[in-house]
Nanobody
Framework: QVQLVESGGGLVQPGGSLRLSCAAS????????MGWFRRAPGKEREFVAA????????IYADSVKGRFTISRDNAKNTVYLQMNSLKPEDTAVYYC????????????????WGQGTQVTVSS
């Protein structure tokens, strides 16, 4: 069992930055691949980024590639999403998720989910 709690969301101007954190409970955090997903108003939840348990592998949605960076600190049971050059279209509720499968962009592979944190990009 893994419990996930996101933090770090808020209101930011276009072009600004935010860092999201996701704290995980449990002693087996390092065995899980971790992902970030988001749901914009009126849209389906979509993949943002994922990182393998070993930290060696990451993947990103094309829409955030080059602007967002996913990382993790297994000693702190925490995964991060650094978001730079934010755009209004990045406005969404951001969720972190954990998977025992290899890291992937498929939501079906993720068993545990956090409650989400709101990110609003607006001037």
């Amino acid at each position: 069992q893994v419990q996930l709690v996101e933090s770090g969301g808020g209101l930011v101007q276009p072009g600004g930055s935010l860092r999201l954190s996701c704290a995980a409970s449990g002693r087996t955090f390092s065995r899980y691949a971790m992902g970030w997903f988001r749901r914009a108003p009126g849209k389906e939840r979509e993949f943002v980024a994922a990182i393998s348990w070993s930290v060696l592998n990451t993947i990103y949605a094309d829409s955030v590639k080059g602007r967002f960076t996913i990382s993790r600190d297994n000693a702190k049971n925490t995964v991060y999403l650094q978001m730079n050059s934010l755009k209004p279209e990045d406005t969404a509720v951001y969720y972190c998720a954990a998977s025992r499968d290899p890291y992937s962009s498929y939501q079906e592979n993720y068993k545990y989910w956090g409650q989400g944190t709101q990110v609003t990009v607006s001037s």
